[in-house]
C-alpha cells in the first residue's frame, strides 16, 4: 500500500507528525506540507514564530497542534519531550505518540576548529545528532509496534564530504546519514522508514546563523526551502532511503572522481566565514 494512502485513509483518527526546527526554514515548509495529513508536534526554542505558523492550522485543515518551547541542545533533551508528550497522552485521549517524525532542528558554525567555541559545537552535535537519535530511539519501537511509520532525518551534501572550516557540522551531518541509511536497512519489512534528505544549500536563515554569510558564493545558487522540503517530505513518505536533488546528485559524484586534498581546499574556501552586511 503507497504510505500517502495508508495515512490519510486513517480520517479523522489522524496520526500526529513531530517536526523539530518547526520556527523558521525548511521546517516552516514541512508544517505546511504535514498540516493537511497529520495533527502536529512543533518543537523549537522561538515559541512566537511556531504560535504564528501555526495560527491558522486548525481552521484551514482541522489540525490539532502542540507547540513545545525547547532547547534541543540541552542533556536529555529528546527523553524530557518524549515524557512530556506522555504525560499530555494521559489526560488528552485524542493525542496519539507521533508516528512521523521530522529530524530537522540543526546549526552550522563556521571557522577553523581549534579556534572554535567548544561549547557551540558540543551543542551542534546535540541538536544535529544526539537528540535525532534519541527521539528516534523512544518513538521508533511504537511505529514498529503500530506497523507503520516515518522518519525523516534532515542531513546534507555536507555529509558526503569533509567540511575544513566547519569541521563538526559536516561531521555530524555524516553522522546522521549514515546512522539513517543503517536504520532504514535494519527497519525493512516493518512498515517504518527512515529517509536522510540531503540538500545543498538552501535559503533560509542557517547560512546568517553559520557566520557563512546569506549572500555568499556558496548560496548564491541556494535552492529554496518550498522545493527542498517537499523532496524531503514525498522521499519521506515513499519510504525514501536517501532524498536529494539530481544536481546534488552529481555533484557527489564529481567530488568522489575528484583528488581529496583539491575537494578539501575548495569546501574550505566556500566554507570562509563572512559576516552579515549590516544594514545602513
Ligand atoms: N539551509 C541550508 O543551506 C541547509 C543545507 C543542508 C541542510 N540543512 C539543514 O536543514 C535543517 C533546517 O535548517 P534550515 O536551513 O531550515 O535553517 P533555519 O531556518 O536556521 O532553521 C533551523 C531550525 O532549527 C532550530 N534549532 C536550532 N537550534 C536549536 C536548538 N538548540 N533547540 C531547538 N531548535 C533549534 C531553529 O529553531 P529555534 O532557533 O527557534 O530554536 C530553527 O527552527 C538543519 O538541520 C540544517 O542543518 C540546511
Known sequence: MAPQKMYTETGDAREWCLITGASSGLGAEFIKLAAPLYHLVLVARRTDRMEALAANLFTEYGCMCIIITKDLAEEAAGTALVAELTEFQT????????TILVNNAGFGYIG?????????????????????????????????EKGFGRVLNVASIASYMAGPNQSIYFASKAFLRSWSEATWMELQGTGVTTTALCPGPVSTEWAAEAGIGSDGDMMKKADTPEFIARLGWTGMLAGKRVAMTRKTATQIKAFACLPKKLVLKKTMQLQEPKPEPTAE
Request: net charge negative.
Open 91 to 98: 489526560a488528552n485521549t485524542e493525542f496519539h505518540m507521533p
Open 112 to 144: 577553523k576548529f581549534h579556534e572554535q567555541d567548544w561549547a557551540r559545537n558540543r551543542n551542534m552535535i546535540m541538536v544535529n545528532v544526539t537528540v535525532c537519535c534519541e527521539l528516534a530511539a523512544l518513538l521508533i519501537p511504537n511505529m514498529v
